[in-house]
């Protein structure tokens, strides 16, 4: 039973370039949805995370776009650098009980 | 080093054996998860304890696993009987409870291999 779908499943971007990586999902409940960075042989750790009361959310090169009505957001990667090149995994909680992530997106920054 | 802190960070074993994982969280942290990563795929919850109360477990966790937070601060996460299919990288995370729930901050995880 997969709550949180994300696409695409890798994505190649020049450096510079925008990196888009989107996430749906099912579960009304949800109230908390972050996006977080895995490099190889290292835990995922938290980018940035939204709640739903907010349509979008920036830090730095970071940006997450959300669409409540359409049960969707989205994470924006500006300027993207090769030091990007990582795992990335959206993910969604309800009421401060347990993540659910998405399968992932393997971003390729090439220089 | 505060962050989450897992051993062993690597364990093969032979199918059928015994494995038992630590996993020590940050100091002031009261919850702690357990997660399971495969190749290619996103980590699937497993449980989680709030102090040493274990408050949700996955149908992922059959009774060949078992957690434990005796004293509400490291955990061990045991797999009876090993099988191949167990292979996997096993994530430990831990947040502050209430406030700053929601942070999870995972260790590097423990790669078991089975054979």
């Known amino acids: 039973q997969q709550q949180v779908k994300q696409s695409p499943q890798s994505l190649i971007v020049q450096k510079g370039g925008i990196s888009i990586i989107n996430c749906a999902y099912e579960?009304?409940?949800?109230?908390?949805f972050p996006w977080y960075q895995q490099f190889p042989g290292k835990g995922p750790a938290l980018l940035i995370a939204i709640r739903p009361d907010v349509s979008e959310k920036k830090e730095g090169r970071f940006t997450i776009s959300f669409n409540k009505s359409a049960k969707q957001f989205s994470l924006h990667i500006m300027d993207s650098q090769p030091g990007d090149s990582a795992t990335y995994f959206c993910a969604a909680m309800s009421s401060g009980s347990r993540l659910t992530f998405g399968e992932g997106t393997q971003l390729t920054v090439n220089p | 080093d505060t962050g989450v802190s897992q051993n062993p960070r690597h364990k093969i074993t032979k199918r059928g054996q015994n494995v038992t994982f630590r996993c020590d969280p940050i100091?002031?942290?009261?919850?702690l998860y357990w997660y399971r990563q495969t190749l290619g795929q996103g980590p699937e919850f497993l449980t989680y304890?709030?102090?040493?109360?274990?408050?949700?477990k996955s149908r992922l966790l059959s009774d060949r696993f078992s957690a434990e937070r005796p004293k509400g601060s490291f955990s061990t996460l045991e797999i009876q009987r090993t099988e191949q299919g167990d292979s996997a990288m096993y994530l430990c995370?831990?947040?502050?409870?209430?406030?700053?729930?929601?942070?999870?901050?995972f260790g590097s995880g423990t790669q078991l291999s089975v054979l």
């Open positions: 579960n009304t409940a949800f109230d908390y």
């Open positions: 304890f709030q102090n040493e109360a274990q408050l949700e």
């Open positions: 995370a831990s947040s502050l409870g209430t406030i700053g729930r929601e942070k999870l901050f």
């Open positions: 100091s002031e942290h009261n919850r």
